[in-house]
């Protein structure tokens, strides 16, 4: 009961995460705006991941976090050439600020866990993040980036998260048993 208690509360943090205020929402940033939140989400999930590297003992923990490192990884660094192709910089804004200041938050929370009990909470965390990002990226961000060439790093990097949220839910499903 208190797992599924901090799985509802950290997905209603997670979609505070996502949530604009009134006056500002996801739909009208522009191209470097959402390249940088973009960029900021997958250094977030960076970091979940070095954390889960540094306290989880179980291999499938550690096989999913390396992956997050290589995948995010990959993606940053192919933004990044292609905004200094376009001789453009990200723009930071109301979400990228919202997503890393959460973030702290949930990491000063995860740290404080080990076993069993971390790693539930960190798959459950990327399962949520990951559904969370990949439906503001294919239903926000996606349709309304202006610029061909962002918007086709977006969309295959898509292809790319939403094969770590099923891997997310695979995870999920293993360490709650």
Not at 3 to 27: E, G, H, N, R, W
Not at 111 to 140: I, M, W
Request: avoid cysteine.
């Amino acid at each position: 009961m208190k797992q599924k208690l901090l799985f509802a509360v950290s997905l209603l943090a997670l979609a505070m995460q996502v949530t604009p205020s009134p006056a500002q929402s996801p739909a009208d940033l522009n191209d470097l705006q959402i390249a940088h939140v973009a960029y900021v989400a997958d250094n977030i999930d960076i970091r979940y991941a070095h954390l889960a590297l540094a306290i989880s003992s179980n291999p499938a923990i550690h096989e999913f976090a390396r992956t997050m490192i290589r995948d995010h990884t990959a993606v940053n660094e192919q933004a990044l050439e292609l905004l200094k192709k376009l001789e453009a910089k990200p723009q930071d804004n109301f979400l990228s600020k919202q997503l890393s200041e959460n973030s702290v938050k949930l990491v000063d929370e995860m740290s404080q866990l080990r076993g069993a009990a971390f790693d539930r909470r960190y798959a459950e965390n990327e399962l949520a993040y990951h559904k969370a990002v990949n439906d503001l990226v294919g239903n926000t961000f996606i349709p309304n980036i202006e610029n061909a060439e962002v918007k086709a790093l977006f969309e295959a990097g898509l292809k790319i998260f939403k094969v770590h949220e099923h891997h997310a839910e695979m995870m999920v499903k293993a360490v709650s048993n």
